[in-house]
């Protein structure tokens, strides 16, 4: 079992059926309907306990105010774990506050479980690829249809992973710093 810190953040209509619409085509089985588009702030932990996480987590999110994002861009990114290649949307706007928010997450009980190997892309995945030049060539044609999503970060989320299972929500916690 495992333990992993989501944002899901608050999309409009429209923006949500398109994030859904290439989540569905290019990430067929990867993605757990059940979460959606969202922000990983946190990537899966086994070392904290969840009573622990929770008082981390609820610090956090207090000392946190909320804040807008707009998502402008698709980026190809090499999987550091397969020869796959994501395809990610990333922030401009909001961007800082969610690397802040990321940081502020990793430290105390979670210090230990940032791993300073891999870099942490603020995003939401749109897809998963085995070819990088069709990743590159779908974020190029994304890009060029200029996208412009705008939402809100208002919440994190702690969730348990269980082989086999779906996740389950543990709670949530607002912005409210």
């Known amino acids: 079992m495992s333990l992993v810190i989501l944002s899901r953040p608050v999309w409009a209509a429209s923006d949500r059926a398109w994030l859904k619409a290439l989540r569905d085509r290019h990430g067929g089985a990867y993605f757990d309907p059940s979460l959606g588009p969202h922000l990983t702030l946190v990537f899966p932990v086994e070392e904290v306990d969840e009573s622990t996480a929770v008082s981390h987590v609820h610090a956090a999110a207090s000392d946190t105010p909320p804040f807008e994002a707009a998502f ?72 060029a249809q200029d996208p412009a999503l705008t939402t809100r970060v208002e919440t994190v989320e702690l969730f348990r992973l269980k082989q086999g299972a779906p996740p389950h929500r543990i709670a949530e916690f607002v912005l409210d710093g």
């Open 72 to 143: 402008r861009a698709v980026l190809p990114v090499k999987d550091d774990f397969s020869n796959d290649t994501f395809l990610y949307l990333v922030p401009d706007q909001g961007l800082s506050g969610i690397v802040r928010l990321h940081d502020r997450l990793y430290t105390g009980p979670l210090a230990e479980a940032l791993r300073l190997d891999i870099a942490y892309i603020p995003h939401v995945t749109l897809g998963r690829f085995s070819s990088a030049r069709i990743a590159k060539a779908l974020a190029d044609d994304l890009n």
